[in-house]
């Protein structure tokens, strides 16, 4: 069956450290791929997307992930994380609709 | 340019009624999806509407329905409502191609009593 897998429920980094969320998939073929962020109480954002080409993405607010089909992999990374960055990230695959992950929670300490 | 909206931002139902949750698209949007994220869990696809018509359903029963107006808006209704039907409900909205990006909505919190 397709899905996708993040395999960290909860991570917790310090401010200025640096951060990586894992996700896998498990497609017959490449889908597209998304990375959302949620804070509490609120909607998803995209972080960032791949559809092809280029395997490094770079997004939003200093986000980015790689693509390794070899690993059916595309985890996400941030070099230096702010406090702000806390939140709950879900990586997702598109093949007509969204299948989301369980999620990773970020806990940001001081 | 509005993003994605949906209303109300949050409703309290008993066991047994029925609730209408409404999304409107991000301008320039033709295609709306909704979702389901239960407490502790990452969004489940409920169905997506397109030129009106259902496109896609994901694996809830009949008492998940929907329509979508010629505007592009659109409802989502839930009849018979149970307890485990407390969760946030996410709209997203795309462009129409099926496999372009989703933009999601603030959600509505449905807290069944």
């Known amino acids: 069956a397709q899905s996708v897998t993040q395999p960290d429920i909860h991570i917790t980094v310090s401010e200025g450290a640096s951060l990586e969320l894992r996700c896998n998939y498990s497609?017959?073929?490449?889908?597209?791929l998304f990375w959302y962020v949620q804070s509490p109480g609120q909607g998803l954002q995209l972080l960032l997307k791949?559809?092809?080409?280029?395997?490094l993405v770079q997004g939003i607010k200093g986000f980015e992930a790689e693509f390794k089909r070899s690993q059916s992999s595309f985890n996400l990374r941030k070099p230096s994380v702010h406090w702000s960055d806390a939140a709950e990230y879900f990586c997702?695959?598109?093949?007509?609709?969204?299948?989301f992950g369980a999620g990773t929670t970020v806990t940001v300490r001081a | 340019d509005a993003g994605v909206t949906q209303s109300p931002t949050h409703l309290i139902k008993t066991r047994g009624q029925q609730v209408t949750l409404r999304c409107s698209p991000k301008?320039?949007?033709?295609?709306v999806s909704w979702y389901q994220q239960a407490l502790g869990q990452g969004p489940q696809f409920i169905f997506q509407?397109?030129?009106?018509?259902?496109?896609q359903r994901g694996n809830f029963p009949d008492r998940f329905s929907g329509h979508q107006f010629p505007n592009y808006s659109s409802e989502l209704n839930v009849n018979a409502l149970l307890l485990g039907d407390s969760a946030l409900y996410l709209c997203?909205?795309?462009?129409?191609?099926?496999?372009?990006?989703?933009?999601f909505g603030p959600g509505t919190r449905l807290l069944v009593l």
């Open positions: 791949y559809f092809s080409g280029d395997t």
């Open positions: 997702a695959a598109n093949d007509y609709k969204l299948s």
């Open positions: 997203a909205s795309s462009d129409g191609r099926a496999l372009e990006t989703q933009y």
């Open positions: 301008s320039g949007h033709d295609t």
């Open positions: 497609y017959g073929a490449t889908p597209y």
């Open positions: 509407y397109y030129e009106e018509e259902e496109r």
